[in-house]
């Protein structure tokens, strides 16, 4: 899956966003295990650049919450106000703290969206956008979209990515604003945009408002990065082609100390059926493993067939050669 990330996106997680740091966690995980190539365009990383400064201090300000201190006389011989004046000057010390620390932090980079966002900003593949800049004007003149008249930012993003992502390559596109959109509908990618993608790249595209609409599509039910990371590894076993994913595989799922019913019988029936997995029962880690699943699928084995629960207990604990739910008469 390729990917293009508009900059209001990464902006929009220093203030008030439908989007929330973990799905950023979640696409940092993906991106790692190549299930998405992230575009990164030099006009994004510039206009981010230029406008990281304000959303701060937007989000700063907001923090500055006026709360009445003042009350009328008559409230003043009773316990509450003295609880209430108490509660007032710790928030109001509270308030002072966090955005001195706010401060701090954005002053070092430090913020959680701003580690984030360097991260994919590093594993993001970068365009050099600037030499787009008479091909956007040209498509402005001719009043194409993306983009509003005067800004050329969304033209020289388009004209970018229609140069370097691969046809016949799936293509999403995350922005907020409506640049990008149709007019009869603002959650869908515009016409005239999806046909140029189409006729040029030869492959689909798709227009996401935020990042949980993109996560909600592609990725249901995944709440939070971890699910999604025991997700990935998971798969990875299930799908292992050759010894050393298998043990790749295995070393990733180590990591977890419980699994939902429904991933239990995933393990177990790719133990069973992937020679790659089946082959190897014997090596230390896969026999370690297996033996730990064996366990667990115990406890929950009214979601597993017993043939498949019996077979697993073969593979562990039988000298014989085990060769594969296939071949199982």
Not at 103 to 132: G, P, Y
Not at 175 to 187: G, M, Q, T
Request: hydrophobic letters at 40%; one cysteine or more; a negative charge.
């Amino acid at each position: 899956m390729e990917l293009f990330i508009d900059t209001n996106i990464y902006l929009n997680l220093y203030h008030f966003t439908d989007d929330d740091l973990d799905k950023l966690e979640g696409l940092l995980i993906l991106i790692r295990d190549k299930k998405i190539n992230l575009y990164l365009t030099t006009q994004v990383r510039h206009e981010f650049a230029r406008n990281r400064e304000s959303k701060i201090h937007k989000a700063i300000t907001d923090l500055n919450i006026k709360v009445v201190d003042a009350f009328p006389r008559i409230s003043h011989n009773y316990d509450e106000y003295r609880e209430m004046t108490e509660g007032i000057r710790l928030f109001n010390k509270k308030r002072e703290s966090i955005i001195n620390n706010i401060i701090r932090d954005a002053k070092e980079n430090k913020l959680k969206a701003d580690v984030l966002i360097a991260e994919l900003f590093k594993l993001a593949k970068e365009i050099d956008s600037d030499s787009f800049l008479d091909k956007a004007e040209r498509r402005m003149k001719f009043g194409n979209p993306p983009g509003k008249n005067g800004s050329l930012g969304d033209a020289i993003n388009w004209e970018a990515l229609l140069e370097n992502v691969p046809n016949d390559a799936d293509f999403c596109i995350i922005a907020e604003d409506n640049d990008y959109s149709s007019k009869i509908d603002k959650e869908e990618i515009s016409e005239f945009l999806k046909n140029e993608w189409g006729r040029k790249k030869k492959s689909s595209i798709a227009l996401y408002k935020n990042l949980n609409k993109y996560f909600a599509n592609y990725y249901p039910g995944i709440k939070l990065a971890d699910e999604l990371e025991k997700a990935l590894a998971i798969t990875a076993y299930v799908s292992s082609g050759d010894f050393s994913g298998t043990h790749q595989a295995i070393s990733r799922l180590n990591a977890y100390t419980d699994f939902a019913n429904d991933e239990i019988r995933k393990i177990v029936e790719a133990s069973i059926t992937n020679a790659q997995i089946y082959w190897i029962k014997n090596d230390t880690d896969v026999k370690k493993f297996l033996m730990r699943i064996e366990g667990l699928a115990e406890k929950g084995r009214m979601d597993i067939e017993p043939l498949h629960l019996e077979l697993l207990r073969q593979m562990i604990y039988s000298d014989e050669p085990y060769w594969g739910l296939p071949f199982v008469r």
